[in-house]
Structures are given as C-alpha cells and as structure tokens.
C-alpha cells in the first residue's frame, strides 16, 4: 500500500506546493518516524495555507494520514502559527479522530518555515549542516502539497492551484487557476493593478523574485504581489550584481547585525554573512572556510531585510559567491553533524510584523479573502519544468485536441521530475519549454 501512495503522488505529479518543487513521490518512498506538515506560512502577505487549513481541514488531515502511511511513520505533527486561530480551531476538530496527530503551535517568527528551524522548534532536533529531515527520520510537507495528496486519493491530478493576488491590485484576494495561468490575467482577475508603473513579485517578499506578467502560474506560485517598480523590495531584487559589490566595498560597517539574525547560524551551521561581506569587500584568503559556508544559506533573505542596518545585500552576496563556487567546481565540504544551538537563538527571532514594518509592506497587508474567479481562462502555457529535476517529456504534439486533467508530460527514464496534465480542455497550439493549449468554444 505505501508504495501505492507514492505512484499514486507520481502519477498525478505532485510536487512540494510550498515554493521548493521537490517531486513528493520521492519523499513518501522513505521510511521514517515522523512526519511534520509545514503549516506555518511564515513569507509575509501571502495567505494560502491559512486559508486551505480553514477551507479542507479534512482534505489536510487525510493527506498527512496518506503520507503517514507511505513512509511508516508513527507520528504526525501539524506545525502551524498559533496566530491561525480559525485553522488551528478547525484542524483540531478532525484531529481528535486520529490520536497519532498532534497540533504543535509555532510563534509568528520569519523563517519558522525554513525546514531547519521547523524540525527544531517541533522536535528539539537539530538536523546536521547540508543535511535533511530524513537523516533523523523526518518527512516535511506542506499545507498544499499534501491536500494535493488528499485529492490524488481521489483521482484528480494537479492541474490548478489557489493563488494570493495582493499588493496594489483592486480587490485583493486569493483565487483558483489552472496551471499556465499568465501572471496578467491572475492580476486582472483581481480587479487589475491600481497603479501604472509596477512590478510584480512571486511567492513572498523575501525569498521571492521579480518576475514578467507574462510569465505563467506554476505548481509553486503561491502568491502575487503586485509593488511599484521603485518599491525598496523590488530595487533590492532587480540591482545590478555589480553595483552590489561596489556598495559592499564602501558602506559595510563590519557590524555582523547578518550574522547575529541568521536562521542557519543560530542553529549552530558554519555560516558567517558579515565574513562574507568581509571578504568580498576587503580580499579574503582563498577559499576559506567562511566563504564556502554560503553552500549552507538558503537565501531566505533576514540577513539582507531585517540585519543589515546599512541597506546592503548580504543575501545576494552568498548566492553570488555560492555560485562562483561552484563554476570553480568546489563542492559543499561542510556536513557537521553535532552542533551547538545559539545561546541567544531565542532572543533573536524575526517577529513578522516588525518584519512587515521593515519591509515597508504595511499598506500591502490586507485580509485576501477566496474569492470565486469570474474571469474565463481561455489560454495556458504549462512549463515543462516547474519542478526540482529534469523537465518533464511532451506526450502530446501541436495540433492534438485534448481534455483536462490528460496527460500532457511525462518523467524523462530514469531522472527526478514530476508529470504535467492539461489544466484546460482544448487544442495544443505550441510545444517548446511550455505547453501552449488554447480553449477552442
């Protein structure tokens, strides 16, 4: 049966909803211990999960109890905000069905999501540098993935998701779209932009990036966030790598405010943003241990947006000397497995709301009701590759007439990926590294 549950993921391609693409069916092939669903929803403005917990608590439920299944574990947690009051009070109405599930409450702290801080705050468990929750017996799946998971149980694959629109639009809200979706037309579902000159960001302010309406919803897009294009969050997003480095070299303080407020460094990882900014600024030995550190940043952005105080990027800089790194064809050597909690992690959690404030976002926090979408959705153009791994292979050609929920992509032999359906029935227009189908009535 377990190994059902994870064909089943396969086939209907399911993949984690929460912003990552790794393919779920390769998680639910583990064995593990516990499985913990990330419930906690931490990038600011985006509204999704909270909703979907509130909406489907069962479908939740169902799906964890799916995923318990397919990996053997005894013990389900539900890691979610306790700010989530409506949810937790539904969630906690089908969980005393099942005393192997627990609802464990998490503070309103930027990155309680990160799957590091996540398995620590619920277990007391650090997982090893570069390491994941499998290595101490853990699965981690997010709120969507695993409804996903529940509605695979029921035959339906993954040709739609919920999104949250907000920012400068008319009518923030969250709304359902067929996967290919364009950006465009999600905004203009939402009543359209009220400003002229925008920008758009997808999937949170911090660990999002700036992306053209043109571009198409994804299995990862959970939200949109419309800003004007000389909104601090988007200048730091669209700068030039150059100028970066240029105001590096002049205006850091030498302060180590990045260090002090990263996730990873408090939780014991050999991860030094000032000694980056250090190095880059003023030369550094080559290769030392601080700069192949960035392999351990997962670029969540609280060094950047909540430490620095000089408006510098030190993010950037990791991800940069991370991938120079990596042209050089240096590898991660950091793998410690026992390490020593921050004795002042407690203390230096990021609160969302004061994060919000920093990010000058408060005009943008707004409630983003479901709303039914009114809008007729006659065009996609579906990615091949929306997901960690290679991208999936066409099924069909141009020309060919299909009906939704139809096969359209399969897993190339052999590699990770994940299946791609017709998330709208009609005629295949273009196959290139989207799939274009156009509604024919």
């Known amino acids: 049966m377990s190994s059902e549950i994870a064909d089943m993921a ?17 998680k639910l092939s583990a064995k593990v211990d516990t499985f913990i669903v990330n419930a906690a929803e931490c990038e600011p403005l985006l509204r999704v999960d909270q909703q979907l917990m509130t909406t489907c608590p069962g479908k939740l439920i169902t799906g964890l109890q799916l995923g318990m299944k397919a990996t053997g574990a005894k013990r389900g947690i539900i890691a979610v905000k306790r700010k989530y009051k409506t949810a937790i009070k539904k969630l906690k109405q089908v969980v005393k069905a099942d005393s192997r599930i627990e609802i464990f409450l998490l503070d309103d702290v930027y990155p309680a999501g990160d799957e590091h801080v996540l398995v620590y705050e619920a277990l007391g468990k650090i997982i090893p540098e570069s390491g994941l929750p ?10 969507y993935t695993l409804i996903n998971l529940a509605e695979a149980a029921e035959g339906n694959p993954i040709v739609s998701r919920y999104v949250t629109i907000t920012g400068a639009v008319k009518n923030p809200s969250t709304m359902e779209f067929p996967i290919g979706t364009s950006i465009k037309d999600a905004i203009k579902a939402a009543g359209g932009a009220t400003i002229d000159d925008y920008q758009v960001l997808i999937n949170g302010p911090m660990m999002g990036t700036v992306i053209a309406p043109k571009k198409p919803i994804t299995k990862l897009t959970s939200g949109i966030i419309v800003l004007p294009e000389n909104h601090f969050v988007i200048r730091m997003k669209t700068e030039r790598i150059s100028s970066k480095v240029i105001v590096t070299k002049a205006a850091c303080i030498r302060c180590q405010l990045c260090t002090d407020v990263c996730p990873r460094f408090l939780l014991g990882h050999e991860l030094h943003p000032d000694k980056v900014m250090r190095g880059i600024a003023w030369g550094a030995p080559e290769r030392p241990d601080y700069m192949t550190g960035t392999f351990l940043c997962v670029e969540c952005g609280a060094c950047t947006y909540y430490g620095c105080p000089m408006g510098l990027d030190p993010c950037k800089m990791m991800t940069e000397v ?8 240096l590898k991660n050597t950091h793998n410690r497995k026992v390490l020593s909690i921050h004795p002042e992690r407690e203390y230096r959690k ?20 479901i709303r039914k ?3 007729q959705i006659r065009k996609v153009s ?11 292979i066409p099924t069909v050609k141009v020309g060919d007439s299909v009906e939704k929920g139809a096969l359209i992509g399969k897993i190339p032999d052999g590699s990770l990926g994940a299946v791609i359906h017709a998330s709208i029935s009609g005629i295949i227009r273009k196959i290139g590294q989207e799939i274009v189908i156009e509604k024919t009535k």
Request: hydrophobic letters at 40%; charged letters at 20%.
């Open 322 to 329: 991370k991938g120079q790194l990596r042209v050089e064809g």
């Open 382 to 392: 579906i990615p091949l590759k929306q997901h960690i791994g290679d991208p999936a």
């Open 134 to 143: 499998l290595d101490i017996g853990v699965v981690v799946n997010n709120v």
């Open 373 to 375: 979408r009114k809008l």
């Open 10 to 26: 396969r086939n209907s391609g399911i993949v984690g909803a929460g912003g990552a693409g790794f393919p779920t069916h390769v």
């Open 350 to 369: 990021l609160p969302v709301k004061r994060l919000i404030s920093r990010l000058d976002l408060l005009n943008y926090n707004h409630e983003c009701p």
